[in-house]
């Protein structure tokens, strides 16, 4: 096979987009891909009952990144689609994130935007230093809140009691003093009106562009010739563990489709309130691609620690490992590692999108083949 300038590992969102910048510059790119799907993560099909189902989850973008928002806005259009969430606590739905609206509904309050700060102040747990996931909610939220909302779903979703989990420096943990439902606050949010999987393959769609899917990048590895490799998969799979493993949370999803037209009011409803429901959310995925149809496919989320690497784990020495692989891969000099598992840290994509055209506007580059 002739030298490619880029050899690209994964058609997921880092991948796809790296690719698209490099070959719109007149570079030749090879992606290949271990599954026999585009998309990573965010890939979404139609299941056999002709349901467009978010395959690996609820995925809403959202971003306020205008550069991002625009340049993904070449390739697809968007609905208008705005995310909720609901909890269920004792059979009832509350909204989440934690807003006057829920509280005056679990409560039976009449909070508005003034007399929220002051409640606020008065059932938060004061700290004085605040070392974990579990401090930080309690210092937000107080006991009670962190109980119905918080403390079971962290053990279901990681495992792990809050208090075992770093500080959430993303703070997704905000309390809300006015009465917005809508789960994101940013400018920009929609989902693609033909869905992830069609706007990937739009993305990927450019001469200077190959795509092998089903393809191990270990299996390969020496037969492909290429400048530059954009890793975007487990950094610790391309060093072969040789520092240890690095501990990724995954998820078992249950498909189920009812014959009905909508099973639940909104996208996702988290099951909070205790372990003995395993799953932590149920997803609907038709209230997010407006999909018309008689019958629903619901998802159901089971937490676990086998199986594909969806979430890096927000410990400290899981950090430190990552660190370690860190330093090794800067002794590398053409290889570059790109998005979730690859940089083992929660990345959405927006940030991944950023991200590669970022990286690519600063990555080496030979000059071109011709
Ligand atoms: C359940 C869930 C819900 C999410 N919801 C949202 C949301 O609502 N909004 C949002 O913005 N973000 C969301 N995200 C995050 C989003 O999925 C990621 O930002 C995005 O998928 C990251 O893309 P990536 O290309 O870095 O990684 P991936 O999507 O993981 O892509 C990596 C690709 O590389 C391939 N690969 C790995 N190793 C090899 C190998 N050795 N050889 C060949 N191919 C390989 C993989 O098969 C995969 O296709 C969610 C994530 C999860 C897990």
Redesign the pocket.
């Known amino acids: 096979m002739a030298k490619v300038d880029f050899l690209i ?8 987009v790296f690719a698209e910048q490099a070959a719109n510059k007149g570079y030749s790119v090879l992606v ?4 026999n ?7 979404d099909c139609y299941n056999s009952d002709n349901v467009l189902i ?1 395959k ?8 306020n990144h205008e550069n991002v928002w625009n340049y993904l806005s070449h390739f697809t259009q968007w609905n208008n689609y705005k ?1 909720q969430v609901k909890a269920n606590i004792g059979g009832k739905l509350y909204p989440f994130p934690i807003n006057i609206n829920t509280l005056n509904s679990l409560y039976n309050l009449n909070l508005n935007e003034e007399t929220i700060i002051q409640y606020f102040d008065k059932i938060r747990i004061k700290k004085d230093s605040v070392t974990n996931t579990e401090d930080q909610i309690l210092s937000t939220f107080g006991e009670d809140l962190y109980n119905k909302f918080y403390k079971f779903y962290t053990k279901k979703q990681w495992g792990l009691w809050a208090n075992e989990l770093t500080l959430d420096l993303n703070s997704r943990i905000k309390e809300r003093t006015n009465y917005n439902d809508n789960f994101f606050t940013d400018k920009y949010q929609g989902i693609p009106s033909k869905g992830y999987t069609e706007l990937l393959r739009n993305i990927l769609n450019h001469k200077n562009i190959k795509i092998q899917l089903e ?4 299996s390969i590895k020496n037969q492909i010739n290429y400048n530059y490799l954009i ?4 950094i610790d ?2 060093f072969n563990y040789q520092l240890g493993k690095l501990p990724f949370r995954s ?1 078992k999803f249950e498909y189920e489709t009812h014959n009905k037209e909508f099973y639940q009011p909104v996208a996702v409803v988290n099951y909070t309130q205790n372990l003995e429901i395993e799953y932590t959310r149920i997803v609907e995925s038709k209230h997010m691609t407006l999909q018309k149809t008689p019958i629903t496919t619901i998802i159901k ?1 089971f937490p676990t620690s086998d199986g ?4 890096p784990i927000p410990q400290k020495a899981n950090y430190e490992l990552y660190t370690k692989y860190k330093k090794l891969s800067e002794s590398l000099k053409n290889v570059i590692f ?6 083992y840290k ?7 999108c950023f991200n590669s055209i970022d990286i690519f506007k600063k990555a080496p580059k030979n000059k071109k083949q011709n």
């Open positions: 590992v994964g058609a997921g969102f880092s991948g796809a290949i891909e271990k599954n799907f585009i998309g990573g993560a965010c890939h978010h690996f989850g609820a995925h809403i973008f959202h971003t995310h393809t191990d990048f270990q890793y975007t998969g487990r799979e391309y998820i989320e594909y690497p969806y979430y790109l998005g979730r598992s690859a940089e929660y990345y959405n994509m927006d940030e991944v």
